[in-house]
T-cell receptor, first 116, second 113 residues
Framework: DAGVIQSPRHEVTEMGQEVTLRCKPI?????LFWYRQTMMRGLELLIY????????DSGMPEDRFSAKMPNASFSTLKIQPSEPRDSAVYFC??????????????FGDGTRLSIL | DQQVKQNSPSLSVQEGRISILNCDYT??????FLWYKKYPAEGPTFLIS?????DKNEDGRFTVFLNKSAKHLSLHIMPSQPGDSAVYFC????????????FGKGTTLSVSS
């Protein structure tokens, strides 16, 4: 089975540009999560979807960040306009159910984002 | 306020010895605890979990212990192998509270041969 697929793997862009990160979850998983990893804050949840509906977006840092899940096999995380402090590794994960402890989340390999 | 804490950023162990990684938590509503392993340039991969109704769970070389009164859990790797060198994340969930996983900041394990 294919795992969670994220694209691009690396993104380097200039401040002010729009950035779109993409994620394809594992087929059959109905929960999808976006995380951001930084040295200072570790791995923090940005938003998660259940059955394509956003359930908790309290981790989204500000209005420049938005996420969509138009169908069960695709999600995007968009930053507009991007800022240098957005530089981080962004992970997408998916799971069955609600992604609680008895339904482990499966992670993609991440997108390393650098904003110059 | 960190609800899941891994106070040791790094740990070095010799091959064949036991590795013990520790994790503390503050939220008594957590009912599942998980450990993930992460290699460079890859995403975290699920390793082992434990329900709050248990105090021990074992899977091959990996054992997780839970001490609810102390709000503490630990991951034991025995025997340690060089391929175990990675960052280990402790995570917790409280599904009844509608919370997804909350991760600690990780501990980097180095196993030397």
């Amino acid at each position: 089975d294919a795992g969670v697929i994220q694209s691009p793997r690396h993104e380097v862009t200039e401040m002010g540009q729009e950035v779109t990160l993409r994620c394809k979850p594992i087929s059959g998983h109905n929960s999808l999560f976006w995380y951001r990893q930084t040295m200072m804050r570790g791995l923090e949840l940005l938003i998660y979807f259940n059955n394509n509906v956003p359930i908790d977006d309290s981790g989204m840092p500000e209005d420049r960040f938005s996420a969509k899940m138009p169908n069960a096999s695709f999600s995007t995380l968009k930053i507009q306009p991007s800022e240098p402090r957005d530089s981080a590794v962004y992970f997408c994960a998916s799971s069955r159910g609600t992604g609680g402890g008895n339904q482990p989340q499966h992670f993609g390999d991440g997108t390393r984002l650098s904003i110059l | 306020d960190q609800q899941v804490k891994q106070n040791s950023p790094s740990l070095s162990v010799q091959e064949g010895r036991i590795s013990i990684l520790n994790c503390d938590y503050t939220n008594s509503m957590f009912d599942y605890f998980l450990w993930y392993k992460k290699y460079p340039a890859e995403g975290p991969t699920f390793l082992i979990s434990i329900s709050s109704i248990k105090d021990k769970n074992e899977d091959g070389r990996f054992t997780v212990f839970l001490n609810k009164s102390a709000k503490h859990l630990s991951l034991h790797i025995m025997p340690s192998q060089p391929g175990d060198s990675a960052v280990y994340f402790c995570a917790a969930s409280a599904p009844q509270a509608g919370t997804a996983l909350i991760f600690g900041k990780g501990t980097t394990l180095s196993v030397s041969s």
